[in-house]
């Protein structure tokens, strides 16, 4: 698909959302619960939608929230909630919702000073770091974010005691009940008005940021980058790190600047991702066209999107940084300068994540523990300490600290990118010259992720589709070697099927959420042998909707 005509550069108004009529909509649009679209949903990331499409609306929140606060009684959750929330416009009328529903039904809840906004990783670290040692009175979080979605879009994540994404049963658990709640007319919602839910005796202002800058220094050689003299720069796309960054460098004395510091929840000093739509998106070069132009008076740049759990790495001689490359980097630097991490502590990808990390594993001599999408699939390993590494090719990861203890069981975007810092400082070359290296040393990577249109029930085929319906031997000319509709890791579902051979491989996933299907695709040999392999990708799906008749 060839880029918008807009795409790099600024938004024009006309085509900037009407922010008052946004929020007026969640207060007076209704959804319609017989219709699929308009049901709460929780996919990989929480129930994400907007107010325009009656898909997060205050009917939603109300129900979720008490269908949480149901649920937190029935598992036995007693300790605080942590409430946080990003700069998107329907964050802040579903953090009110929220509360109201907290409130009245007693629940302890830590909300941010002066009710600012609060990344997702820093409620991960507060859920761990209260729960540490505790078997009672364990504390939970909410993290009202559609991440890098458009500015017309909602979302409310669910983070249970072990501090990262709820897993697909709980998520289950809360949709179906809050579905249930839509239908009988929110009769079951608690609540009370928004001005005595904040002033209760349950409602507490919390300080997150002061805690989270002050334990970086366990994950992140900070002194290193301090004594080095970097000069780096940020921009947090509008998002909920903007009043962390000048406070980490002013606690360890590192020169950045915060070449953006605007919150506008219309998002307009942002230029247009490639489809032409507004979308803080920080690993895409059309989204960070502003950083990137910028790239020459720093010697490392980076972004956040607005709840900075995704990372992107801007360099002087690269420009940004492909994701994939460097979660390679970062796997290569980090398993060789922790020393403390457990000896069999694996490296923790998601199965549509570049095949260059097993190539440096396999250096290493470490274990790839293979996933399906999703960074609660990481989870349980990075509390126990099994992983000391987990990441998602969308530009998700997080660490352990250096102790090898847990960091954040959610990916951390402010983490990754003082990672990329800590590499230079320490060996006097940036991530994109580290990538360079792992190259010609493994060879070069071609990927490529393309979304391909497909209605509801091809994609259901698709995500249903078994091992033994493949009839072919080969992928683009070598013979294959897997060919896997369950993670290697688990054994969980991948919701559709990945292949590989010696060279190359491709993955093919229908979306949770829109009339698409994804295809993945890596070669270690040309861009000619990539489209190949892409070539076959499509021919297997095509062949698969018409045998189903589809």
């Avoid at 939970?140 to 049963?169: C, L």
């Avoid at 334990?215 to 900070?222: I, K, S």
Wanted: with cysteine; aromatic share 8%.
């Amino acid at each position: 698909m060839d880029a918008h005509h807009l795409a790099g550069k600024r938004a024009p108004r006309s085509m900037l959302v009407n922010i008052p009529r946004l929020v007026a909509a969640y207060y007076t649009q209704k959804p319609d619960v017989s219709d699929p679209a308009q049901r709460v949903s929780f996919g990989t990331s929480g129930h994400r939608g907007s107010s325009f499409r009656k898909s997060f609306n205050e009917d939603h929140i109300l129900a979720v929230s008490q269908a949480i606060c149901e649920y937190r009684r029935k598992r036995g959750i007693s300790g605080p909630l942590f409430l946080g929330m990003d700069t998107h416009a329907l964050s802040e009328p579903a953090l009110a919702s929220s509360l109201e529903v907290f409130a009245a039904n007693e629940v302890q809840v830590m909300v941010q000073e002066g009710l600012r906004y609060t990344p997702t990783p820093v409620i991960s670290h507060a859920i761990l770091t209260h729960n540490r040692g505790r078997k009672e009175n364990c504390a939970d979080g909410v993290v009202i974010t559609p991440s890098h979605n458009p500015p017309e879009d909602g979302g409310f994540k669910y983070n249970p005691p072990e501090g990262g994404p709820a897993d697909t049963e709980i998520t289950r658990g809360i949709e179906e009940r809050a579905n249930g709640i839509l239908a009988g007319g929110l009769d079951a919602v608690r609540r009370i008005p928004f001005e005595k839910a904040l002033a209760a005796s349950t409602t507490h202002a919390h300080d997150f940021l002061s805690p989270y800058v002050e334990d970086l220094r366990n994950v992140v050689d900070l002194e290193s980058i301090g004594r080095a003299g970097l000069r780096l720069g940020v921009d947090p796309l509008g998002g909920s790190s903007v009043d962390f960054w000048g406070l980490i460098a002013e606690k360890y004395r590192i020169s950045l600047e915060v070449v953006n510091p605007v919150v506008d929840p219309t998002f307009s000093f942002m230029t247009l991702d490639r489809d032409g739509k507004i979308r803080m998106d920080c690993s895409s070069p059309y989204a960070m066209a502003g950083l990137i132009d910028l790239k020459g008076r720093f010697d490392i740049a980076f972004g956040n999107d607005p709840d900075s759990d995704r990372h992107g790495i801007v360099t002087r001689g690269a420009g940004l940084l492909n994701p994939n490359a460097y979660l390679s980097v970062a796997v290569s630097y980090l398993f060789k300068n922790r020393p403390a991490w457990r000896k069999n502590a694996a490296i923790g990808k998601t199965l549509v994540s570049t095949s260059m990390i097993d190539r440096v594993a396999a250096d290493l001599g470490r274990r790839v523990a293979e996933v399906p999408v999703g960074f609660k699939w990481f989870v349980e390993g990075l509390i126990d300490g099994s992983y000391g590494f987990g990441g998602e090719e969308s530009a998700g990861a997080s660490f352990l600290r250096e102790d090898g203890e847990v960091w954040t069981t959610d990916k951390d975007g402010i983490i990754m990118n003082l990672l990329a810092a800590e590499i230079m400082a320490r060996t006097g070359r940036d991530p994109a010259e580290e990538y360079r290296e792992l190259e010609e040393r493994f060879g070069q990577s071609y990927y490529v992720r393309l979304d391909i249109p497909a209605l509801a029930p091809q994609r259901e085929v698709l995500k249903r589709l078994s091992a033994e319906q493949v009839q072919a031997g080969s992928l683009a000319g070598e013979p294959i070697r897997a060919l896997m509709t369950r993670a290697p890791e688990n054994g969980a579902s991948i919701g559709g099927i990945k292949v590989s051979a010696a060279n190359g491989w491709f993955a093919a996933r229908p979306s949770g959420t829109e009339d698409i299907y994804k295809i993945y695709a890596e070669s270690f040999k040309s861009e000619k042998h990539l489209q190949q392999i892409v070539a076959e990708a499509k021919e297997l799906v095509e062949t698969t909707f018409a045998q189903a008749g589809v």
